[in-house]
C-alpha cells in the first residue's frame, strides 16, 4: 500500500510544494511544528535510515543541497534545523525517509 508521501508524489493528493526536479519533491508540512516546517523526500521510496545502502548515498547528499537551497529561497539567515526520525521510538510517522526543515523560531535543544 502506499505511504502518503507515494500519493504527493503522484499527485494524488495535493501538497504545498515548494521544490521539485526528477530525484526529490519538498512541500509545506500540513502539521507544522515551526513557522517554517518543509518536508523534503526522495521520490524513490527508503523507509528509513536503517534501510539505506551504500548506493543511496549521492540520493541522500543531494536531499540535504535540496534543503540548503530550499533554505536559502525562503530566506532563512537567522538559522534551521535538520531532523529525520528513524523507528517509532525516533518519532517516524510515515515509512519513507524524509528531512524536517523547521524555522522561523528559536528551537530549543534538546528537542524533546
Request: aromatic letters at 6%.
Amino acid at each position: 500500500m502506499a505511504t502518503i508521501f507515494q500519493k504527493i508524489i503522484d499527485k494524488q493528493i495535493p501538497a504545498d510544494i515548494v521544490y521539485e526536479d526528477d530525484q526529490c519533491l519538498a512541500f509545506r508540512d500540513i502539521n507544522p511544528q515551526a513557522p517554517t516546517h518543509v518536508l523534503v523526500i526522495p521520490k524513490r521510496e527508503i523507509k528509513s535510515i536503517d534501510a539505506l545502502s551504500p548506493s543511496d548515498g549521492p540520493l541522500i547528499g543531494h536531499l540535504f543541497v535540496v534543503v540548503r537551497q530550499i533554505a536559502q529561497q525562503l530566506g532563512l539567515s537567522d538559522g534551521y534545523r535538520t531532523v529525520i526520525n528513524c523507528g517509532r521510538d525516533g518519532g517516524q510517522s510515515v515509512d519513507h525517509i524524509h528531512i524536517h526543515l523547521l524555522a522561523g523560531r528559536s528551537l530549543s535543544w534538546p528537542p524533546g
